[in-house]
């Protein structure tokens, strides 16, 4: 048993690092790239980089399936649009709100879903997010419905977001390394390679597995409300499925069960995305069948890949 925890340690500690060197590269880009449009490109691909760890999180470190990362972004940017809309209230509240709100909500959920397993759980969790799309979207006096809100915006520099939203990998990278490393990770591995076992050995597989989805949410949360401030305005397209499905294919193709997978991911799939408008609707098709070849072929991702190199 020691022998198998030391080697799993050893695979955390040179994915960590392995994701640091990633995020310590990303910090070096506007030493040679100052075009806005690129760095906002960058900013996008890190925002989407925050709800893979979200939500690898959930599926990659606990086996849970969840099919609304997407939709829990869009509460945490409309959770602090909606405070400055109706309220006035300061980003300083707004984004606490954002996250704080988001981790109730999926601790809520979480209580009711997470009894459920294999497919019962994503359709449960892709009902829930097509509930609050709708809401959102009809929701005219409240939240405007499909013409969106207006978020005041943190700085005006894209550099500066750059590097707060770089920041904000950084911090959401090493949290989730010192969990993995402690008791939490080590029952969330326990849960998701065995849930009946881990149960029998006294493990509390339903707050561990709740815990790990209040901390998803909150993270998507965080991501969704930053962004809204980046973009200055939020709509009820955050929370499409197809935000999702890209989130999905982001992890599947880095790494599942990995640090440094979901980030790699994350850039390589959005800048392609953004390389493929060029040649009309065609994204969707072959993140499909990219997320096929790795499902059948290449399990690890692209970071089991390297590892194994």
Not at 170 to 184: F, N, T
Not at 279 to 297: C, D, M, T
Request: with cysteine.
């Amino acid at each position: 048993m020691s022998d198998a925890r030391n080697l799993w340690a050893n695979r955390l500690r040179t994915d960590f690092r392995a994701a640091l060197v990633v995020v310590a590269l990303l910090a070096t880009v506007p030493l040679f790239v100052s075009s806005p449009y690129t760095l906002g490109i960058l900013i996008v691909s890190i925002y989407f980089a925050l709800i893979a760890l979200g939500w690898n999180l959930l599926a990659g470190f606990t086996g849970q399936f969840s099919l609304a990362p997407a939709a829990f972004a869009m509460l945490g940017a409309y959770t602090t649009a909606l405070l400055d809309y109706h309220l006035k209230a300061p980003l300083a509240i707004g984004i606490p709100a954002a996250i704080v709100g988001t981790a109730l909500l999926g601790f809520l959920l979480g209580r009711i879903v997470l009894r459920l397993k294999g497919p019962y759980l994503a359709l449960t969790t892709l009902s829930f997010a097509e509930i609050a799309r709708v809401i959102v979207y009809n929701s005219h006096n409240f939240t405007r419905g499909d013409q969106g809100l207006n978020v005041p915006s943190l700085m005006q520099s894209r550099i500066g977001y750059y590097y707060l939203f770089l920041g904000v990998l950084l911090m959401a990278l090493a949290g989730l390394y010192r969990l993995m490393r402690g008791k939490a990770g080590r029952f969330w591995l326990a849960i998701r390679d065995d849930e009946t076992g881990a149960e029998s050995r006294g493990i509390p597989v339903v707050r561990y597995k709740t815990f790990a989805f209040a901390l998803s949410c909150a993270i998507c949360g965080l991501a969704g409300s930053l962004y809204g401030t980046f973009s200055q305005l939020v709509s009820p397209e955050l929370g499409l499925l197809l935000q999702t499905g890209l989130v999905i294919a982001m992890v599947v193709i880095g790494g599942m069960g990995t640090l440094t997978g979901p980030v790699v991911g994350a850039l390589l799939v959005y800048l392609t995305s953004e390389w493929l408008r060029e040649f009309g609707g065609i994204q969707l098709i072959v993140f499909s069948l990219a997320v096929i070849v790795f499902a059948r072929f290449f399990r690890a991702g692209l970071w089991g890949i390297a590892t194994r190199r």
